[in-house]
């Protein structure tokens, strides 16, 4: 198992930056491909991100590429969703999570095994 704490969540005006980490505690981190959902109101939880488990290969959302970037560090058990050029209808809670699985990599949503309580991100216009 693995316990995921999330940070960085805030309010910021469109065209802006936010920066989230993800703190995780348990199993060995680099075990996990780690990924970034999120989940607007009104809206089912979407894929945002992820990376594989030494951070090779990334995978982004249509919405997000050129935008957002995942990163990990390994050696802190963090991973980070840099978010730039920031939009209201990026305004969601978004959640890390961690799987073992390729199948979670390529950004099926529904096959995150562990998930962090999330943190709300919201952008004014």
């Known amino acids: 198992q693995v316990q995921l704490v999330e940070s960085g969540g805030g309010l910021v005006q469109a065209g802006g930056s936010l920066r989230l980490s993800c703190a995780a505690s348990g199993r060995t981190f680099s075990s996990y491909v780690m990924g970034w959902l999120r989940q607007a109101p009104g809206k089912e939880r979407e894929f945002v991100a992820s990376i594989s488990w030494s951070g090779g290969s990334t995978y982004y959302a249509d919405s997000v590429k050129g935008r957002f970037t995942i990163s990990r560090d390994n050696a802190k058990n963090t991973v980070y969703l840099q978010m730039d050029s920031l939009k209201p209808e990026d305004t969601a809670v978004y959640y890390c999570?961690?799987?073992?699985?390729?199948?979670?990599?390529?950004?099926?949503?529904?096959?995150?095994?562990?998930w962090g309580q999330g943190t709300q991100v919201t952008v004014s216009s």
């Open positions: 999570a961690a799987d073992v699985t390729r199948r979670a990599l390529i950004g099926d949503s529904t096959a995150w095994a562990y």
